[in-house]
């Protein structure tokens, strides 16, 4: 069964930055896109980023482009997302999920449990 | 931008019953050339990560129960929970995944009436 692990969140302070990473394994990595998700407490999805399989084409969501970065190592099997100038409506909890394919126009199939991210003085 | 909306916010439905949730996009998400509807369904309880049902909009993910349904085509879609269960409660969510941003619907609560 696919497992997605995601690591790095936690309480900072608005302007600060974070590294978010999620660890796969039991799929070949490199051969399927990658999504971070997030979701603000009671609210709904907020698809952030994608990343292709080779990691050649990224995307992101307007309200983080500029201030996030997506990437992955596909060697080692993580994907990150690098955080930063964080705002206080950035707080949530942010999911690492699986694309059916290695193009970012994928769906997803496997989520993580997500890691939870609070942005607050 | 595709924007996803869905109806209702929230419905109640007593056990056994059917539940119907629907879902329209500000453009169509049909690609052309394959003939496929770039939308999916997940459904989210609790503090638990989304779980994905349907993709292509009406094809049903491996384990998924056969009482969960997903139709239409274009900007008009629709799932389909026949004989309620119990373990049914959650948000639901639809996303079309046709071209990024890959954005999702507002979510529709299944309670128990």
């Known amino acids: 069964e696919v497992q997605l692990l995601e690591s790095g969140g936690g309480l900072i302070q608005p302007g600060g930055s974070l590294r978010l990473s999620c660890a796969a394994s039991?799929?070949?990595?490199?051969?399927?896109?990658m999504t971070w998700v997030r979701q603000a407490p009671g609210k709904g999805l907020d698809w952030v980023s994608s990343i292709s399989g080779r990691g050649d084409n990224t995307y992101y969501a307007d309200s983080v482009k500029g201030r996030f970065t997506i990437s992955r190592d596909n060697s080692k099997n993580t994907l990150y997302l690098q955080m930063n100038s964080l705002r206080v409506e950035d707080t949530g909890v942010y999911f690492c999920?699986?694309?059916?394919?290695?193009?970012?126009?994928?769906?997803?199939?496997?989520w993580g449990q997500g890691t939870l991210v609070l942005v607050s003085s | 931008d595709i924007v996803m909306t869905q109806s209702p916010d929230s419905l109640a439905v007593s056990l056994g019953e059917r539940a119907t949730i629907n879902c329209k996009s500000s453009q169509s998400v049909l690609y052309s050339s394959n003939n496929k509807n770039y939308l999916a369904w997940y459904q989210q309880k609790p503090g638990q990560p989304p779980k994905l049902l349907i993709y292509?909009?009406?094809t049903r993910e491996s384990g998924v129960p056969d009482r969960f349904s997903g139709s239409g085509s274009g900007t008009d879609f629709t799932l389909t929970i026949n004989s309620l269960q119990a373990e049914d409660v959650a948000v639901y969510f639809c996303?079309?995944?046709?071209?990024?941003?890959?954005?999702f619907g507002g979510g529709t609560k299944v309670e128990i009436k």
């Open positions: 996303q079309q995944y046709y071209i990024t941003p890959l954005t």
């Open positions: 292509w909009a009406s």
């Open positions: 999920a699986k694309g059916h394919r290695a193009s970012t126009s994928s769906y997803s199939d496997y």
């Open positions: 039991r799929f070949t990595f490199g051969s399927y896109a």
